[in-house]
């Protein structure tokens, strides 16, 4: 018995010794599949958190506004800035420059003002580490003779007549632009518009020549606007070389006019609010005063011809009463 009761418990041991290690092993190959993914992720946080390729993202959210090499636009050229300024302090305020700006940092408030007033806006997706793949590309693109992020260069030739006059087609929205932006007459009005003028949404454009002083600045702006409204049309659609060079031209002949009054507009467009909403309501009377004929005339005539006959009796009825007491009233003869 006891041999017997021996050898069942080694067995029942090696059984469970074998699917222990059963159990070990599939439990290892699990974890070395976790640890695995575990390292893949890893491995590509850095792509999932910023999203996409370093190029592409300074190409989207930063050469609007700035170039490597290309002289400045609305914010400073960028080549060799880590030569100017330190890469932590880089690092900060592309993170989050109102803050550093607001901070009273007198670089920060030195770049605004030659900015013409324009805080740098925060960028999406911006991080610590993105700042600092931004940083490397900046500093291999200025290592270059020429980098891909040099920008249009703004054009130094004479205006002409056939300028100005392409540069006016392009703000009334007569002429499209050539990636598909929005024409300026949608939000901004001139000295030389119909009395309705343009839009209101952005201020006169009759003297912005004189406002950004001069060509340079101008083209720079058209190149990359910079403000909230302008800055999300423009980005996937900008203006070409070409285009600046009309526009500008414009505006430079422009600037000698003085704006258009804002409160004539607004009185012409209540004058022709009324004048339309009169017309309105009287073509509607000249398209509908025929309306239902076929069912309201047959009614009307029946009624009115059920008064007169109803006239015409009572009518004939008074006729014959006066008529019988005339005869009556009179003396009969032989009555002495």
């Known amino acids: ?12 041991k090696k059984n469970e010794d074998r699917q222990w290690s059963r ?19 890893a491995v590509a ?28 636009l609305t914010g400073p050229d960028l080549k060799d800035v880590t030569k ?26 030195k770049m605004v003002e030659e900015s013409r007033g324009v805080v740098m806006p925060a960028s999406p ?35 002409t007549v056939a300028d100005r006059l392409a540069g006016r087609k392009i703000f009334n929205g007569t002429s499209k ?30 003297r912005v020549f004189e406002r950004l002083k001069g060509r340079k600045s101008l083209s720079a702006w058209l190149m990359a606007p910079a403000t909230a409204t302008m800055q999300p049309v423009f980005k996937s659609h900008p203006l070409e070389a070409g285009e600046i060079h009309s526009l500008v031209a414009y505006f430079e002949d422009s600037a000698k006019y003085g704006e258009a ?33 076929s069912v309201r005339r047959p009614l009307v005539d029946g009624v009115v011809d059920s008064i007169h006959q109803h006239s015409n009796t009572k009518t004939s009825e008074t006729v014959a ?4 007491g005339s005869n009556d009233s009179q003396p009969k003869r032989g009555d002495a």
């Not at 580490?129 to 040099?150: D, G, M, P, T, V």
């Not at 009463?321 to 019988?324: A, G, I």
Request: hydrophobic letters at 40%.
């Open 261 to 293: 009054d804002a409160s004539t507009n607004r009185v012409a467009f209540l004058l022709l609010g009324l004048a339309l909403a009169t017309g309105t309501i009287f073509l509607f009377d000249f398209i509908w005063k025929g309306r239902f004929h």
């Open 125 to 159: 997706g911006m991080n610590r580490y993105r700042a600092e793949q931004i940083i490397k590309l900046i500093e291999a693109e200025s290592k270059l003779e020429k980098s891909q992020f040099q920008g249009v260069k703004v054009s130094n030739k004479p205006f």
């Open 23 to 41: 159990f070990e092993s599939r439990y290892q190959i699990k974890f070395g599949s976790v640890r695995t993914l575990g390292l893949l992720i």
């Open 177 to 206: 632009l050539t990636n598909g932006g929005a024409s300026c007459i949608a939000c901004h009005s001139m000295h030389d518009l119909s009395a309705l003028g343009g839009g209101h949404l952005g201020p006169d454009l009759t």
């Open 45 to 72: 946080i850095p792509s999932l958190v910023t999203g996409q390729d370093t190029t592409d993202y300074f190409r989207a959210n930063c050469m609007n506004c700035h170039t490597i090499g290309g002289g400045r």
């Open 321 to 324: 009463v006066t008529s019988l």
């Open 84 to 109: 100017r300024k330190g890469a932590e302090w880089l690092m900060g305020f592309m993170q989050n420059p109102k803050s550093v700006v607001d901070s009273g940092d007198a670089y920060a408030a």
């Open 1 to 12: 018995m006891k041999f017997t009761f021996r050898c069942h418990r080694t067995a029942q």
